[in-house]
């Protein structure tokens, strides 16, 4: 099973992390990527001066300890197979680009817990992607 985690880091996403570990402990076969996407881009740093090289450093030091939460949550699961991807631009769209390039057969994301009137007003990366992501969409409690 193919499965795209997207993450932003948050005590909300590291919970989808403990799904995908249920997932495994039944002996399903799970091909992981673990995504992260990060909305200020390359293009916004440099229209504030900011070098490829700086951007790229900076992005790194945001998506390190990201990533290494989800190693060491995964760690000692023979049956799952993972990649890190990070991306840059509007999260939602990324990932449902993502998961329709990757023919990924399933999205597992965390719900941000926003009460129904601020995710009117807000809107949520896991709403927006629930709207439209064309793959089966699990959210994360």
């Known amino acids: 099973m193919k499965i795209l985690l997207p993450t932003d880091g948050s005590a ?3 919970r ?3 799904y995908i570990v249920k997932l495994a402990q039944k002996g399903l076969s799970l091909n992981l990527t673990v995504l992260t996407v990060i909305p200020f881009t390359e293009d916004m740093a440099a229209f504030l001066g900011i070098g490829k090289e700086e951007y790229l450093r900076l992005s790194r030091l945001r998506t390190g300890p990201i990533f ?4 060491e949550a ?5 049956n799952i197979q993972m990649e890190y991807i990070t991306l840059q631009g509007d999260p939602a769209e990324e990932i449902v680009k993502l998961a329709e390039s990757g ?15 601020k995710e009117l007003f807000l ?6 992607v629930v709207q439209i992501a064309k793959c089966p969409v699990v959210i994360v409690k």
């Open 12 to 14: 909300n996403a590291l």
């Open 16 to 18: 989808a992390v403990h």
């Open 68 to 71: 290494q939460r989800y190693n």
């Open 74 to 78: 995964l760690h000692g699961l023979d």
């Open 103 to 117: 023919e990924y057969d399933e999205i597992v994301i965390g719900s941000r817990g926003l009460s129904r009137v």
């Open 123 to 128: 809107g949520s990366v896991s709403h927006k």
